[in-house]
């Protein structure tokens, strides 16, 4: 919110196929997240981006991939690899480091069928 | 292993009661500590976050505590309301990591 776009909030897909979550920000924000979160777990980290055309890998990055090829726009996508893709998935930006503090996007429901 | 322990994972408590949730971590060195919380199928927002050297904050209704000796923080809740319905979370940060708790389900009942 404030500043944080996702889109679309809820997401079917068939199993087999890629997919691409948008997130886009107009905070101005250097730093960048994607996260999943799962029933009963943290959020956990998938990938994140501290300045355009860099990012680097986090927790569970496998079966994803991103880019960051403008400032305001960090996009994933959930790749065919990824064996259990269902979840919420949650963008995040900050000023900085991750000490800084995170704002949160409206999340996006993916649901394989 | 950098950790965040949140406790109770659920709470169901009546309408104008106060509540405290638990939050125990081992992130090391630690630079701070936030409370969030997330409405279901939305972002978590932020309530307060916290420095080492600072050991309460309020915000409203909500209040933090935090003892870096012992590692744990505390989110008071005063009066809950049907709108505090909601999972908080707790995240603590290292310099170069950010560790999120499973979060507390709160259900605030009239």
């Known amino acids: 919110d404030g500043g944080i776009t996702q889109s679309p909030k809820y997401l079917f897909r068939k199993e087999g196929q890629n997919v691409t979550l948008s997130c886009e920000q107009n905070?101005?924000?250097?730093?960048m997240y994607w996260y999943r979160q799962d029933p009963g777990q943290g959020l956990r980290l998938i990938y994140y981006?501290?300045?355009?055309?860099?990012?680097q890998k986090g927790d569970i990055a496998e079966g994803y991939s991103v880019s960051r090829e403008k400032k305001e726009s960090f996009p994933l996508t959930v790749t065919s690899a990824q064996k259990n893709p269902t979840a919420f998935y949650l963008c995040?930006?900050?000023?900085?480091?991750?000490?800084?503090?995170?704002?949160f996007g409206q999340g996006t429901r993916l649901t394989v069928v | 292993k950098n950790q965040v322990e949140q406790s109770p994972q659920s709470l169901i408590i009546l309408e104008g009661k106060n509540c405290t949730l638990q939050c125990n971590y081992t992130v090391s060195p630690f630079s701070n500590l936030r409370w969030y919380k997330q409405d279901t199928g939305r972002g978590p927002v932020s309530l307060t976050i916290?420095?080492?050297?600072?050991n309460t904050k309020s915000n409203g209704r909500y209040t933090a505590t935090l003892d870096a000796d012992t590692k744990q923080s505390s989110l008071h809740i005063t009066a809950s309301q049907l709108s505090d319905s909601a999972s908080y979370i707790c995240v603590v940060s290292a310099p170069d990591d950010m560790r999120f708790g499973a979060g507390t389900r709160l259900t605030v009942k009239p």
């Open positions: 905070l101005n924000h250097d730093a």
């Open positions: 995040a930006t900050s000023t900085g480091a991750m000490i800084t503090e995170a704002f």
């Open positions: 916290m420095t080492f050297s600072e």
């Open positions: 981006s501290q300045i355009v055309n860099d990012f």
